[in-house]
């Protein structure tokens, strides 16, 4: 199994980023998908979530509005669009495929908001 997440770097404050992570080994749309993040020294934070079916999603309270999750299951993705980020955005973001009792995680892609 392997998630491999993409399209972070570095943005200035009020710019956007959207981040993918693509999944193999698994059968995907069987899987809730969620993006964490983490900075150095706090723990990793649920940010977003979007059911198997794409039919429902979670975020965290202070993050709707200006990310949106969202999943392509022909092709074993999952997207984070995120809009107007400050910095307080910055840290490793990093997908999870949950089903039930097992989960998998990406490898960590870092998000910079600095000017």
């Known amino acids: 199994v392997q998630l491999v997440e993409s399209g972070g770097g570095l943005v200035q404050p009020g710019g956007s980023l959207r981040l993918s992570c693509v999944a193999s080994g698994i059968i995907f749309n069987e899987y809730i998908m969620s993006w964490y993040r983490q900075v150095p020294g706090k723990e990793r934070e649920l940010i977003a979530s979007?059911?198997?079916?794409?039919?429902?999603?979670y975020y965290k309270d202070s993050l709707e509005g200006r990310f949106t999750i969202s999943r392509d299951n022909t092709k074993n993705m999952v997207f984070l669009q995120m809009n107007s980020l400050e910095p307080e955005d910055t840290a490793v973001y990093y997908c999870k495929a949950i089903k039930e009792s097992v989960d998998y995680w990406g490898q960590g892609t870092q998000v910079t908001v600095s000017s």
């Open positions: 979007i059911s198997a079916g794409a039919l429902n999603t």
